[in-house]
């Protein structure tokens, strides 16, 4: 298992998923939790994440 070490501070930041080959990818955004230390995990809607690639 692999630890990616963020600062709460860094959040929200998007995480991209791929399979071995790149040929499937999906685009998740890490937000702060909201009153509490923690995180939550949200998936960027395809079409907002094609917006997003074309911006990067």
């Known amino acids: 298992m692999k ?4 600062n709460i501070n860094d959040l929200p930041t998007l995480i991209e998923l ?10 998740y955004k890490l937000n702060p939790a909201g009153k509490k230390f923690g995180a939550s995990l949200n998936i960027v809607e395809p079409e907002m994440a094609k917006l997003l690639k074309d911006k990067i």
Request: hydrophobic residues 30%.
């Open 18 to 27: 791929s399979d071995k080959k790149g040929v499937r990818t999906k685009l």
């Open 3 to 6: 630890t990616i070490p963020l």
